[in-house]
């Protein structure tokens, strides 16, 4: 089995790389791939556009194509397209779009892809092609360390949440005993561990139990924490899951403040557990969500936001905007081909709406920022970076 | 690991009575579905569940928040009718379209099982793309809250359990369902004409029942006591979603067959004794081990009493 | 005719059940259907009760074509059986199930009750017994009897003296000659060929799907062929006759169930 197996691999990698290749040749004349005077070049964003999780790659999707829009009423020399790949989440789905995004629509650039596990894929991709992207939402720590030179990444990845989130919790609240929840899922649980281990190492006592996310009744779980009487709870799971069981524990009379991580960073959360029970919440996100805010910055992307699409920007609108702001600066610098692109992205320094966007050397942001959101009677606002918000 | 059990023993009993309510109501439609027909009506966890958007729906449509007293009976006793009508019309129309037509063409027991797993999806999905985000302006597969028509006024303690309203309503409404739908089947002449479809299809016939008529019939009550379950459902969690009956519906599936699958009074007693043992096993243990716990149970009991705590008693003994 | 069969055919899947069959019976006639093993009686019956689908041919009853009538509702026309295996609810009491006869009817059932408790006082003794637990004999007398329920005009007893005992066979029969003068008209299939002929006035003989022979009755008890296949011989007389010192002579009283018998033997 073994050696027809790696036979059978090694037949399909040359292909692959015969493909490849012949893409990467086919680009010379004028198309999106650039080169010396174009006057058009086509970018591309990718991610579950249409699939189960759309609703975390739409507003990213939303927030770059208003980004070209306002770069293109600038007048530029070279305008700019922006191509939409949908995945539905699936990896292979992505590596078929990117291949067709490189040979036939000849990309100079990708915001994406949305998810981690379709980065795996379609990363090493991009990087024989030597086309460069800015992914506003694959928060998967790994996606650094891989080495890819055309990679980067405008949030903070996995291992910021849970530490900052921890910390900002025990500096602003001071808890004495918390409890760490979660639902059965890699997610949910890593983020608790990561919550838990931070505050225990600080001192705080801990207790734990994990619920099946799909159970109805959670009454065992509610008396477990009911007894514990703890002055902290996290949550770790998706917004339909941390919404349930935040009805459930403030409908047994806990009134703890109760956390939670990206995953529950959207209004469904508050339909979830209802406006009444949607309070004393904090939450945590890589992203940075307007949410009504005054701060003049995000009002006026959440206002554009809202004029182009008629909906509020939700989670990953301002990454998705600032991705394809890096990038367009880039062309607007004059860059017309992927790799001077890429050369452009590596010295990048602005002031995006999320945050300032400047990539290391790996790609990563330069600061992985957590920002902290707070629920009170099922209104979600944003408090600030975790580092430095307070909790009022 | 004693002590906290014996500390939320109170509270997880009150629970495990809550949820095993609702767990015997949608057995019900499962056992007598399998007592009539041998057939395990997969796509019963989807009558349910369009029980709580039927409910939802009158919730939300009539702004229905925090009734109290007699208000509160007056609501649950429309939600319930309504709910009753949509689940267990919703379960004939399943019958009608999904099973009758291999019945009558003689199709195997694996045909309809296969169909019935169909029926399922299908209605599940038609929920997520079709019907949910018109009718309540959200996303289809969002979970989607219910405002609270149900009190949580604590009626008694004892030691540190408070007894609330909702569960005793809830308890209490399971227990008369049931005994209603006892009732119908042993006293009433369509009850015979059920009973004795379960027992012998074909003599039944040869006494003059109109066998179509009876597997409708059995669709109807089951249906319409998954739709009770709805409300109960509704008004103790608050939310729904396109494929909330999944899991609850493999839940009131095992409590039927621990209790004896076909046995009306045993789909009772197993719901109680799954809600029970699952939040007893989850103090114990910890959440994670709950349906483990639960799961080990049932084998354990269908090892020395294959035919469930109370037997087949739908065809063997009087239902 | 009561009841007149034309040339059916019937199909369990592809395989052919009846081939064929044409049979006719008169109001108060007591007709018997009798032949071996997975000849097509029980399937005859059933077809003519509706359970069985007809792949050709026709059933009229009473004048009326009954052929694509479902099955339940040949039951209020006049059609009653006592199905093979007797067919008791094991879960319903004795009452339940006699009341299960008039299922389909409307009104009164009180005095087809008091009919059928007369015809059998063994079942008002056992109303509320639940029929799952009664002896073989009792469950015979209660799946006539609640065929009886159903105010046939034609009574199908498919096999009433299957696996009983031979004093009760003898009482079973006694008790449809009973039915039979009371006005009934009965159509019995039977293994117990030799019984089944003293009591019918016509027989029918089906073979593989097909009637092979039809007659008086009692012309058939004298029919070499018959007797060969049917009756044992000259030894299935006494093979077949019960013998005194069964136990279970003490289910009550005893017919004579072979005197007439060899009377027409020796005939």
New interface residues.
């Given amino acids: 089995m073994r050696p027809k197996l790696v036979r059978l691999g090694g037949i399909a990698a040359a292909g692959m790389a015969i493909s490849l290749g012949l893409a990467a040749c086919g680009g010379g004349s004028g198309g999106g791939k650039g080169g010396e005077g174009a006057t058009e070049l086509t970018i591309g964003v990718m991610g579950d556009l249409t699939g189960p999780d759309r609703a975390l790659v739409i507003p990213p999707a939303n927030g770059a194509e208003l980004a070209v829009e306002e770069y293109n009423k600038k007048n530029p020399k070279v305008k700019v397209k922006l191509k939409r790949y949908d995945t539905q989440g699936k990896a292979e789905q992505a590596v078929n779009q990117v291949n067709q995004a490189i040979k036939k629509d000849k990309i100079a650039a990708l915001i994406g892809p949305a998810f981690s596990s379709e980065s795996r894929a379609v990363n090493p991709i991009l990087q024989t092609n030597k086309i460069p992207s800015v992914t506003p939402s694959a928060t998967a720590t790994d996606l650094g360390k891989s080495g890819w030179k055309y990679w980067h990444r405008v949030v903070a990845n996995d291992d910021a949440q849970g530490p900052q989130l921890a910390e900002f919790v025990l500096r602003t609240a001071q808890p004495k005993k918390a409890f760490m929840l979660s639902d059965q899922g890699e997610y949910g649980v890593g983020l608790a561990k990561s919550v838990g281990d931070t505050m225990k190492a600080k001192g705080v006592q801990i207790a734990e139990d994990k619920v099946d996310a799909q159970a109805s009744d959670v009454s065992s779980t509610v008396a477990k924490i009911k007894s514990f009487q703890p002055d902290f709870i996290f949550a770790g799971g998706y917004y339909s899951f941390t919404g349930k069981m935040l009805k459930q524990i403030r409908d047994a009379g806990i009134t703890a403040l109760y956390a939670s991580g990206d995953g529950s960073v959207d209004p469904a959360l508050v339909d979830a557990a209802g406006k009444e029970q949607a309070d004393n919440v904090v939450l945590s996100c890589a992203c940075k969500i307007p949410f009504k805010s005054t701060a003049t910055e995000l009002k006026t992307f959440a206002d554009a936001y809202k004029a182009k699409w008629n909906t509020d920007p939700l989670i990953y609108g301002t990454e998705g905007y600032d991705a394809a702001n890096a990038i367009l600066k880039a062309i607007e610098a004059g860059a017309t081909t992927s790799e001077q692109i890429n050369e452009k992205l590596k010295a990048t320094d602005f002031a995006g709406v999320s945050k300032q966007i400047k990539f290391q050397e790996n790609g990563e942001i330069a600061t992985s920022l957590i920002y902290v959101y707070k629920v009170t009677k099922g209104e979600i606002s944003l408090l600030g970076e975790a580092d430095k918000a307070a909790l009022q | 690991m004693f002590q906290?059990f014996l500390?939320?023993f109170g509270?997880?009993t009150?629970?495990?009575l809550?949820?095993g309510a609702?767990y015997a109501l949608v057995a019900l439609g499962y056992t007598m579905v399998y007592g009539v027909l041998r057939l395990i009506n997969f796509a019963h966890s989807e009558i349910f569940m369009i029980g709580t958007f039927a409910a939802l729906f009158v919730v939300l449509q009539f702004g229905i928040t925090a009734p109290t007293g007699l208000a509160m009976v007056g609501v649950l006793v429309m939600l319930i009718l309504v709910a009753m009508a949509a689940s267990g019309g919703a379960a004939v129309l399943l019958e009608l379209a999904a099973y009758r037509p291999l019945r009558k063409r003689g199709a195997s027991r694996l045909a309809a099982l296969i169909s019935a797993i169909g029926a399922s999806f299908f209605l599940q999905e038609l929920f997520k793309l079709v019907i949910i985000q018109p009718v309540f302006d959200?996303?289809g597969?969002?979970?989607?809250?219910s405002?609270?028509f149900l009190g949580?006024e604590t009626l008694f303690s004892i030691g540190d359990t408070k007894v609330q309203l909702y569960h005793v309503i809830i308890v209490v409404s399971a227990i008369i369902m049931m005994i209603v739908l006892d009732q119908t089947v042993t006293r009433t002449?369509i009850g015979?004409?059920i009973?004795?479809t379960a027992?012998?299809p074909?003599?039944?016939?040869?006494?003059?029942?109109?066998?179509d008529v009876i597997v409708r019939m059995t669709f109807l009550l089951g249906g319409a006591m998954a739709g009770v379950a709805a409300v109960l459902?509704l008004g103790?969690?608050?939310?729904t979603?396109f494929?909330?009956g999944?899991?609850?519906g493999v839940k009131a599936f095992t409590a039927a067959v621990l209790g004896g699958i076909g046995n009306l009074r045993g789909a009772l007693l197993g719901g109680f004794a799954l809600?029970l043992l699952?939040?007893?096993g989850?103090?114990f243990f910890?959440?994670?081990w709950?349906?483990v716990i639960a799961f080990t149970v049932l084998v354990i009991i269908l090892m020395f009493r294959p035919t469930g705590i109370l037997g087949e008693?739908?065809?063997?003994?009087?239902? | 005719m009561l009841l007149e069969i034309e040339d059916i055919h019937v199909h369990y899947g592809k395989i052919a059940a009846l081939k064929g069959i044409s049979i006719a019976v008169d109001e108060g006639e007591i007709v018997t259907l009798i032949g071996g093993n997975g000849a097509g009686k029980t399937t005859t019956l059933k077809t003519i009760s509706g359970l069985r689908p007809l792949t050709s041919g026709r059933i009229t009853f009473a004048g009326q074509d009954i052929s694509k009538m479902p099955g339940h509702k040949r039951v209020l026309a006049g059609i009653g059986q006592a199905p093979e295996g007797r067919g008791i609810f094991p879960g319903m009491t004795v009452h339940e199930n006699l009341l299960m006869g008039a299922y389909a009817r409307k009104g009164e059932v009180k005095a087809e009750l008091d009919e059928v408790y007369d015809l059998f006082p063994r079942l008002a003794e056992r109303r509320t017994q639940a029929g799952g637990t009664m002896s073989g004999g009792e469950q015979q007398m209660l799946a006539i009897g609640r065929a009886m329920m159903t105010k046939p005009k034609v009574l199908l007893l498919d096999e009433p003296s299957m696996g009983l005992a031979p004093m009760l066979v003898a009482q079973i029969f006694e008790i449809i000659q009973k039915i039979n003068e009371r006005g009934t008209t009965v159509l019995l299939v039977e293994q117990n060929a030799q019984q089944a002929l003293q009591l019918a006035h016509r027989a029918y003989v089906i073979e593989t799907g097909r009637v092979v022979k039809s007659a008086p009755a009692s012309d058939l008890l004298d029919d070499p062929e018959v007797r060969a296949a049917y009756l044992g011989g000259d030894l299935g007389v006494d093979g077949d006759a019960p013998q005194d010192g069964e136990p279970a002579a003490k289910e009550g009283q005893v017919a004579t169930p072979n005197g007439d018998a060899s009377t027409r033997e020796g005939a």
């Fill in positions: 906290e500390n939320q509270t997880n009150v629970g495990g809550t949820a609702i959200k996303p597969g969002n979970q989607i809250g405002p609270r949580r002449k015979r004409g009973r004795a027992q012998d074909e003599t039944a016939v040869l006494m003059g029942v109109n066998i459902y103790a969690y608050e939310n979603k494929d909330i999944f899991l609850l809600g699952e939040n007893w989850a103090a910890g959440s994670t709950r349906d008693s739908l065809q063997r003994a009087r239902a």
